[in-house]
């Protein structure tokens, strides 16, 4: 099974800041995807594929990273982004999450 | 609108079993694979199962292999997960899930399935 391990598991971040997160897998792959999810609701796709938008996902998401190392960066953290965030590889059943990161208000 | 609705979460013994369903609407379901994926209290996201766009292939976790089965009727535009066997480690909620790869597009707002004596 391919491992993702997450950074950090959490961050406070003030409106405004840039925040990046970190996503490393234990093997090379191609599929990687970001999860928003927020208490009590529906988790939400905002990256797919590493680099490429849902759609409606605001530009301030972006994703990048090749082969074993991949990142989230939000550029200009607003309130409704504090949420929990998780990468996800699906190269390769069972398809697998990392651990996740609370992005928290500072 | 695209829209998935999950039901058949409950309450239910050890060793017993449950079916879940996910009603969908909004797309034309033959065209994309489906996902069960579920968080446990205060756990991350799982994925537990996929099936494919005809329904010949499925996946599962290894944790539930064996004990869970994913299904689908494209006439109906419905998804299912057999549970049998379930275990206090099933708890959780339930969420369907489209997608036209692996990745999940659009989710449900789930449905909670509590193992419990």
């Known amino acids: 099974d391919i491992q993702m391990t997450q950074s950090p598991s959490s961050l406070s971040a003030s409106v405004g800041d840039r925040v990046t997160i970190t996503c490393r897998a234990s093997q090379i792959i191609r599929y990687l995807n970001w999860y928003q999810v927020k208490p009590g609701k529906a988790p939400n796709l905002l990256i797919y594929g590493a680099a490429n938008f849902q759609s409606g996902v605001p530009s301030r998401f972006s994703g990048s990273g090749s082969g074993t190392d991949f990142s989230l960066t939000i550029s200009s953290l607003q309130p409704e982004d504090f949420a929990t965030y998780y990468c996800q590889q699906s190269d390769s059943a069972p398809l697998t999450f990392g651990g996740g990161t609370k992005v928290e208000i500072k | 609108e695209v829209q998935l609705v999950e039901s058949g979460g409950d309450l239910v013994q050890p060793g017993g079993s449950l079916r879940l369903s996910c009603a969908v609407s909004?797309?034309?379901?033959?065209?994309?694979?489906m996902s069960w994926l579920r968080q446990a209290p205060g756990k991350g996201l799982e994925w537990v199962a996929n099936i494919a766009k005809d329904g010949s292939e499925k996946y599962y976790v290894d944790s539930v292999k064996g004990r869970f089965t994913i299904s689908r009727d494209n006439a109906d535009n419905s998804l299912y997960l057999q549970m049998n066997s379930l275990r206090a480690e099933d708890t959780a909620v339930y969420y369907c899930?489209?997608?036209?790869?692996?990745?999940?597009?659009?989710w449900g707002q789930g449905t909670l399935v509590t193992v419990s004596s």
């Open positions: 899930a489209r997608g036209a790869g692996w990745e999940s597009d659009h």
């Open positions: 909004g797309f034309t379901f033959s065209n994309y694979y």
